[in-house]
């Protein structure tokens, strides 16, 4: 089950850590997938060498196609204090959920494209970096999220989901902050060409439903405009034409876009949204297809995190 370290000779003396205080880590379980983000093929031997220097004893397990199911029940079923993840964005909010909130601490390390929960945990987006800092400084944290349904589909989220035609920005967001402008065009015209295809319909907490081109959820742990676990921020964008659009980009990508006049938020604990044909989403860094009606519930203790207290909110928007 484990795999042995490849970059330390079997001579070299151990140097030895102290686990936190804040929570007893006997057993420690750490699955890696290789094949994610800049996770890489050496990632298992790396985390077995750190954590072997601290008094618990480890697993650190390779997800391999095919057998993701299998493995990470196997995992919990060694009844770990803690289950580390090193993978993307999907695989670390597939694991936490089935953690729920009476299972496991699960610590999600940056090992994806976005890392949004990570980086809201340990405020890093470097591995290593966050799994010395959960080990040496974590405490239980109780993790808030929300839950989206279709009829076919039920997937969870722990920071942001973004519904509506303008989720197709989230791409061009993210090539522009790894420089690439040229993809960050090409990703622009594609969601402007989509925008305005096709309003949907949305009710917050059983009020009249009302038409929006897009609508965005916030998880508490990284929205700036609330403080407590009381729901998920709603944030309702009604851009009028293309100007709009590009003015509302701009402050997605240099400021707070609750700046925008065409942007109005609120708390809400419940969500039906509805449109003539499916709803494109990015889901916590993921993008996904809805049908044409979804529902979103707000789940107040979605799972339990070893993160620092208070969590970094490394990515809070």
Same mark, same amino acid.
């Given at each position: 089950?484990?795999?042995? @370290?490849?970059?330390?000779?079997?001579? @070299?003396?151990?140097?030895?850590?102290?686990?936190?205080?804040?929570?007893?880590?006997?057993?420690?379980?750490?699955?890696?997938?290789?094949?994610?983000?800049?996770?890489?093929?050496?990632?298992?031997?790396?985390?077995?060498?750190?954590?072997?220097?601290?008094?618990?004893?480890?697993?650190?397990?390779?997800?391999?196609?095919?057998?993701?199911?299998?493995?990470?029940?196997?995992?919990?079923?060694?009844?770990?204090?803690?289950?580390?993840?090193?993978?993307?964005?999907?695989?670390?909010?597939?694991?936490? =959920?089935?953690?729920?909130?009476?299972?496991?601490?699960?610590?999600?390390?940056?090992? $994806?494209?976005?890392?949004?929960?990570?980086?809201?945990?340990?405020?890093?987006?470097?591995?290593?970096?966050?799994?010395?800092?959960?080990?040496?400084?974590?405490?239980?944290?109780?993790?808030?999220?929300?839950? !989206?349904?279709?009829?076919?589909?039920?997937?969870?989220?722990?920071?942001?989901? !973004?519904?509506?035609?303008?989720?197709?920005?989230?791409?061009?967001?993210?090539?522009?902050?790894?420089?690439?402008?040229?993809?960050?065009?090409?990703?622009?015209?594609?969601?402007?060409?989509?925008?305005?295809?096709?309003?949907?319909?949305?009710?917050?907490?059983?009020?009249?439903?009302?038409?929006?081109?897009?609508?965005?959820?916030?998880?508490?742990?990284?929205?700036?405009?609330?403080?407590?676990? =009381? $729901?998920?921020?709603?944030?309702?964008?009604?851009?009028?034409?293309?100007?709009?659009?590009?003015?509302?980009?701009?402050?997605?990508?240099?400021?707070?876009?609750?700046?925008?006049?065409?942007? =109005?938020?609120?708390?809400?604990?419940?969500?039906?949204?509805?449109?003539?044909?499916?709803?494109?989403?990015?889901?916590?860094?993921?993008?996904?297809?809805?049908?044409?009606?979804?529902?979103?519930?707000?789940?107040?203790?979605?799972?339990?995190?070893?993160?620092?207290?208070?969590?970094?909110?490394?990515?809070?928007?």
């Amino acid at each position: 089950m484990t795999e042995p @370290a490849t970059d330390t000779p079997v001579d @070299a003396p151990v140097e030895s850590c102290v686990l936190t205080p804040h929570v007893a880590l006997k057993r420690v379980v750490m699955l890696v997938n290789p094949l994610s983000g800049s996770v890489g093929p050496k990632a298992a031997g790396e985390a077995e060498a750190i954590l072997q220097r601290y008094a618990c004893q480890v697993s650190v397990v390779t997800l391999e196609p095919g057998q993701f199911d299998d493995q990470v029940q196997a995992a919990f079923d060694s009844n770990p204090d803690v289950v580390f993840v090193l993978a993307g964005d999907g695989t670390a909010g597939t694991i936490a =959920s089935r953690a729920g909130p009476d299972g496991p601490l699960v610590a999600p390390l940056p090992g $994806g494209t976005m890392n949004m929960l990570p980086k809201a945990l340990y405020g890093t987006a470097d591995w290593k970096a966050a799994l010395k800092v959960a080990l040496e400084d974590g405490a239980p944290q109780s993790v808030a999220g929300g839950e !989206i349904t279709d009829g076919r589909t039920t997937q969870a989220f722990y920071c942001a989901a !973004i519904f509506g035609s303008p989720a197709l920005w989230a791409p061009a967001r993210e090539a522009v902050r790894h420089g690439k402008l040229g993809l960050a065009w090409a990703y622009g015209r594609r969601a402007l060409k989509r925008a305005f295809s096709g309003q949907m319909r949305f009710s917050l907490d059983g009020t009249v439903p009302r038409r929006a081109e897009a609508l965005v959820l916030i998880s508490p742990m990284i929205s700036r405009a609330m403080d407590e676990a =009381s $729901g998920l921020e709603a944030a309702v964008m009604n851009p009028s034409d293309a100007g709009q659009v590009f003015r509302m980009a701009a402050h997605a990508m240099i400021d707070d876009w609750r700046q925008d006049p065409a942007v =109005s938020t609120r708390p809400t604990q419940l969500v039906a949204m509805r449109a003539r044909s499916r709803i494109p989403a990015v889901v916590d860094g993921e993008p996904m297809q809805l049908r044409h009606e979804a529902r979103v519930r707000f789940i107040r203790q979605a799972f339990r995190a070893l993160a620092p207290t208070p969590p970094a909110a490394g990515d809070s928007v």
